[in-house]
């Protein structure tokens, strides 16, 4: 027992021991940890704010903290305090130790102090270790994409398809839609943002904004910042502040951006979009009523939304009306197509006139309808059509809209010959940045392309060489209804187009205007004596004209554009239409007039003279010509070429020589088409530069002086286009001999495109078209004695003459019209590639052609 008290007694004393010797030692120590505890609170409070920095900037990005950091933040934050205390009241401890430090005049207090400070130092070490976050917060759950309501679509499947595949193309990072107003570009961008929600993608954000006419940064951040969801209060920042805001959450997201409406370019990076490129993979799709806008927005894929096809069309607008409408009359179904039929498979018209329709139950209503419809009158159309449609009008500069409004003096759907048009702007006065035409049709260019790009006017095709266009229905509807705002001032139009009219319209409904059209009609006789003193443009072309009275143009002072053009029963001109002192533009083509009348001369302002295509014209009097002091667009070509002229005061009668002489003084001509017969007439026209430099199209007829034609005379024409030879019965081989003897030299007619060969009964090769490589349009007819287009024997001299070895013929072809060709064996000899060809032509009349020089594609 003693033993066991003794051992028990030693264990006491030496835990005691331990005891006051671990107190002492929180007191001895305090010298090195208080500066160790404010070390280690420094760099707490900077890990603290470091912290506190990325949950601020999560916050800013909508983005959720980690419930782990603000446990955290909220340790570290009493640690702090707590430490701040310890640090604060360390100098007074250090005031009560004595003896080297190692005693203090109060020891429980200080032994106490000195073990929180050591505690302190081990929390604050954990706590540190814990504060190495990856990450701070997390996505806010929330819908990548808020689904839109729409309409059910028509007709737009193959285009949300395009839409689709252009998403899906990696290097696809921009799509710009464009098209008309009302044709359902929104309704389309509206299929696409919603297909996000439907379709599987990796897509982490969509967003939608509408930019519209008016287009304000500062709007279109607060539209993309109600799709990402910022506060109201985010509203009040400044743009700059937004564009970083917007610019920080899509700059780490896989995004979608949508904007609707765009009318002119939009500065991605003022509002905090970032560009999408490969690299993120992110896209921006837009639409906007203009091409131009696509370009300018960088869009790798431009879409065109088209207007409905007639089916659909059709479709649409039942839906609209209702079939109980629809069958309440047997007449309805028929009138109703009818009135589809005039809104042009547009379909803002469509859902506007058939909602509109849907009550009307008798015939009578529809007729009505269909007859408003006509005269661009009916309410529905004024009150909601016509007002979208006209902010793309009123978005043009003054001289585009002119030259707008002017294309709706044109019948429904006509195709409208580019150069034309042009030319009626430039003598209207309508391109005043140029003097010459030929410097206008550069103005006049960028005029349509803008249309164009703008989808005010459509692509037409092309009619005899000449690429045309023509105005949707609809948009022409809107412009008459603009030209009827402005009966007011003095630019009133006066439009009957295709309206079967069979005499002129009552004077008093047309005495006030400035343009007037009548073209398409059955009008036969022009009366009276109008009197119209605004009156600037009139389209007479297309009717039936066998008469216009003597007193018609006394009082029409500043007519400026008269088009007569396919009067074919015309065959006089009246004596009056020497009143018509301003006359800029007369048009004669396809007329049956017979003679130009002397009283012409008193035309001194004129600049444009048509008398192509005028089978019956034989004679133009001595000097008149020659009046036309300012003539710069002089046409005369696919005229008939007869034998009895007459011979007495008619430049026309003998080789025409007499005409290019009258033509020789009139400086200002720049575009010349025109027919010569004979050699000497060649030589003589070929011999002044002005007509190398400005002649478009030859017409060569009745070549007999020789039996060889050298086409190499023509070489220095230097803006020919089009190249006729007919009824050279003597022609018998077109040779290709140099006529400079310069190494450097290449001969080759790049400038023409259409070629035509007809009647030259001893001709039995054309290989002289290798010269012509830019050729689209080739025809041949009637010549006898033709056995080979291309000949392969007569191909060295081509090289010979253009030092190319077999050059490759036909690369630009696009129609080959062949007839009456009875010997003809081969068009080559060889397979061509034929790039670019649409259409060949074999009429009657070519039995030993048994190849065409096409391969298996």
């Not at 006051?20 to 704010?49: D, F, W």
């Not at 029963?569 to 007329?591: F, V």
């Not at 039996?707 to 005379?713: A, G, T």
């Not at 490759?808 to 064996?825: Q, R, S």
Request: hydrophobic share 40%; proline share 4%.
């Amino acid at each position: 027992n003693c033993c066991s008290v003794q051992c028990s007694f030693e264990n006491f004393l030496l835990r005691g021991w331990d005891f006051i010797v671990g107190h002492a030692n929180y007191v001895c120590k305090l010298k090195q940890t208080l500066p160790t505890l404010s070390a280690a609170l420094q760099e707490l409070r900077a890990l603290r704010n470091d912290v506190q920095r990325e949950v601020d900037v999560a916050d800013q990005r909508l983005l959720k903290p980690f419930e782990r950091v603000q446990l955290w933040l909220s340790t570290a934050d009493t640690m702090i305090t707590e430490a701040e205390n310890l640090v604060s009241n360390g100098p007074q401890q250090m005031n009560n130790l004595c003896l080297g430090g190692c005693f203090s005049e109060n020891c429980l207090s200080s032994y106490k102090f000195g073990k929180r400070v050591a505690e302190m130092l081990q929390e604050i070490s954990d706590h540190k270790s814990k504060g190495a976050f990856e990450k701070v917060a997390e996505d806010q759950p929330a819908a990548s994409v808020v689904v839109r309501p729409v309409e059910q679509p028509v007709a737009l499947e193959s285009t949300i398809q395009k839409v689709w595949s252009g998403i899906e193309d990696k290097d696809v990072g921009i799509i710009g839609l464009y098209g008309l107003g009302g044709v359902g570009k929104t309704t389309l961008l509206t299929q696409i943002n919603n297909k996000f929600s439907t379709t599987r993608n990796d897509f982490k954000v969509v967003v939608w904004a509408l930019v519209s006419k008016d287009y304000d940064v500062g709007k279109i951040q607060d539209r993309i910042g109600e799709s990402i969801g910022f506060l109201e209060t985010w509203k009040n920042k400044s743009v700059d502040q937004k564009a970083v805001d917007i610019y920080g959450i899509l700059s780490d997201k896989r995004f979608v951006v949508l904007l609707d409406d765009l009318w002119e370019r939009v500065d991605l990076k003022q509002v905090g979009i970032p560009k999408p490129s490969q690299e993120n993979g992110s896209k921006l799709i837009f639409t906007t009523r203009y091409l131009e806008v696509c370009g300018e927005m960088g869009a790798r894929k431009k879409i065109k939304v088209e207007c409905l096809e007639p089916e659909k069309a059709w479709e649409l607008f039942q839906d609209k009306v209702g079939d109980e409408t629809l069958n309440s009359h047997p007449d309805i179904p028929n009138l109703a197509k009818q009135v589809a039929e005039r809104c042009g498979g547009l379909p803002l018209a469509l859902i506007t006139i058939g909602r509109a329709m849907a009550c009307k139950t008798t015939p009578g209503e529809w007729k009505y309808a269909i007859e408003m419809l006509k005269r661009s009158a009916l309410p529905k159309m004024e009150e909601e059509v016509f007002p979208l449609l006209k902010f793309s009008y009123e978005n043009l500069p003054i001289t585009m809209k002119s030259c707008l409004l002017y294309c709706c003096m044109y019948p429904e759907d006509y195709c409208i010959p580019r150069k034309r048009l042009t030319e009626y702007w430039f003598c209207e006065g309508l391109l005043n940045e140029f003097d010459r035409i030929s410097e206008a049709q550069m103005q006049g260019d960028y005029i349509i392309s803008s249309l164009l790009s703008a989808c005010l006017l459509e692509r037409g095709g092309e009619i005899g060489g000449e690429d045309c266009v023509k105005m949707h229905d609809v948009i022409r509807d809107m412009a008459l209804w603009i030209t009827c705002e402005l009966e007011a001032s003095e630019n009133k139009f006066f439009v009957k187009t295709g309206v079967q009219l069979l005499e002129e319209p009552d004077v008093k409904a047309w005495e006030d205007a400035k343009r007037m059209s009548v073209m398409k009609n059955k009008i036969e006789v022009l009366r009276g004596t109008p009197n119209c003193p605004n009156l600037k443009t009139l389209f007479l072309r297309e009717n039936k004209l066998e008469v216009i009275s003597d007193g018609f143009f006394h009082f029409i002072p500043h007519l400026t554009v008269l088009n007569l053009s396919e009067n074919r029963t015309i065959r006089a001109l009246p004596k009056g239409i020497s009143q018509l002192i301003s006359l800029e533009c007369l048009d004669l083509s396809y007329t049956g007039i017979t003679e130009l009348p002397i009283e012409l001369k008193s035309l001194k302002k004129l600049k444009m003279l048509e008398l192509s295509y005028m089978y019956y014209l034989r004679k133009i009097p001595p000097h008149l010509i020659t009046s036309f002091s300012k003539l710069q667009i002089f046409r005369m070509n696919h005229c008939q070429i007869t034998e009895d002229y007459p011979e007495e005061d008619n430049v026309l009668n003998g080789n025409n020589e007499l005409l290019i002489e009258e033509l020789k003084s009139l400086q200002h001509l720049n575009i010349i088409r025109i027919w010569i017969k004979g050699m000497s007439a060649l030589e003589r026209f070929l011999s002044f530069h002005l007509f190398r430099s400005y002649t478009q199209a030859l017409q060569l007829s009745n070549f007999r002086e020789s039996n060889v034609f050298n086409v190499l005379c023509l070489e220095n024409m230097e803006h020919l286009e089009e190249l006729c030879f007919q009824y050279c019965e003597s022609t018998e081989e077109m040779k290709m001999e140099k006529l400079s003897t310069s190494i450097n030299y290449t001969p080759c007619f790049h400038t023409l495109n259409r070629v035509s060969i007809l009647r030259c009964n001893k001709l039995t090769d054309v290989t002289w078209l290798i010269l012509a490589p830019n050729l689209r349009f080739l025809s041949i007819y009637g010549c006898a004695k033709v056995e080979e287009i291309l000949s392969e024997e007569k191909l060295g001299e081509v090289t010979d003459v253009v030092g190319i070895p077999n050059p490759k013929p036909f690369m630009k072809l696009e129609t080959l019209d062949l007839g009456n060709l009875p010997e003809l064996k081969s068009i080559y000899w060889d397979t061509l590639p034929f790039p670019c060809l649409k259409t060949i032509c074999l009429w009657w009349g070519c039995p030993k052609l048994e190849k065409l020089p096409l391969n298996s594609h």
